[in-house]
């Protein structure tokens, strides 16, 4: 028992570690280097790598000294652990139904794009990601009732039987998860088709540059170069909320589920789902590392100076 107790204050620890360091890196990344920031998109991320990175200093480390010291759980801190981490996870959702929808647009509306994502348009809309999430999730903390987790060092919700409680949490989880997410899938599945023909089209002129002036030749490689470009960054947007997407699509199941459950302990499947979402805020950040060529290329810079 105290091997197993001890294997999970370092999973906890580790991942913790893990989260602060990587949205770090994305943040500090973003900060420093323009051609990132021409992309309206990488704003969002900035903003999404924030909220992660708030869950895992305030959330996951207070998880992790928690789980290794329970005689200091204090009931009274409990409500305020569960709201602020709703209030970060909300934000995250936001976040990430921004940069979908950006991306999107970028991708799908490509003049409308340029006209309608200003910068200064972006910091409104990240703002307001913030202030939202915190607008649903505050009244939590005096609604809700909240007992720690043995399973995993966090906070859950009790039986709740009040109608009106009940009503409040399933508008929130609309507006909070089932909302943000069908925009997410709907933004995705739009990019998908236009990555799928932009292929083709890449496909298609690589074998038309064979004839014209040398002037034609470099035009339409050019365009072509940045058709690539932007079907390998599409694709790499599809990714990262599509994995999302799946990890928060399980979450919202279990938060319609356990409010009507008596207080008993989790299952395996609820204590694996609550596992992916603690570990997700450092997911999003790897693979957004991973898959990004540019990105990786300024953290290599960044360690070089």
Same mark, same amino acid.
């Given at each position: ?33 323009? &051609? !990132? ?21 305030? $959330? ?122 069908? !925009? ?37 490689? &050019?365009?072509?170069?940045? !058709? ?20 928060? &699509? ?32 450092? $997911? ?22």
């Amino acid at each position: 028992m105290a091997t197993g107790h001890s294997i999970q204050v370092a999973a906890i620890s580790l991942s913790a570690v893990a989260n602060i360091v990587l949205n770090s890196l994305v943040m500090i990344v973003i900060a420093r280097t323009p &051609t !990132l920031r021409e992309d309206r998109t990488t704003l969002f991320m900035f903003s999404l790598a924030a909220s992660d990175l708030v869950f895992g200093v305030c $959330i996951m480390t207070t998880s992790a000294v928690v789980c290794s010291h329970p005689e200091i759980r204090s009931d009274e801190f409990a409500p305020v652990f569960f709201t602020l981490s709703a209030w970060l996870l909300l934000t995250s959702v936001y976040n990430m139904c921004s940069v979908s929808l950006c991306k999107m647009l970028a991708v799908v509306y490509p003049l409308r794009y340029l006209a309608l994502v200003t910068e200064r348009r972006c910091y409104y809309v990240i703002v307001w990601n913030w202030t939202a999430g915190f607008i649903l999730t505050a009244p939590m903390y005096f609604l809700i009732d909240q007992e720690w987790s043995e399973d995993l060092c966090s906070v859950r919700v009790g039986k709740i039987t009040s109608g009106n409680i009940l009503a409040y949490l399933f508008v929130s989880q609309v507006i909070g998860g089932f909302l943000p997410i069908t !925009l997410m899938v709907y933004a995705n599945v739009r990019m998908f088709i236009v990555v799928v023909r932009t292929k083709r089209q890449v496909a298609a002129e690589s074998f038309e540059i064979v004839a014209g002036s040398n002037g034609c030749v470099l035009q339409q490689h &050019t365009l072509s170069m940045s !058709l690539v470009r932007s079907v390998r960054s599409s694709r790499n947007i599809i990714i990262i909320c599509s994995v999302f997407v799946s990890i928060m &699509t399980l979450e919202l199941m279990v938060a319609f589920t356990v409010p009507l459950q008596e207080r008993q302990e989790q299952s395996s499947a609820q204590v694996a789902i609550v596992w992916l979402v603690f570990n997700n805020s450092l $997911i999003n950040s790897l693979l957004y590392i991973v898959l990004h060529r540019s990105v990786r290329s300024a953290i290599m810079n960044l360690f070089r100076q």
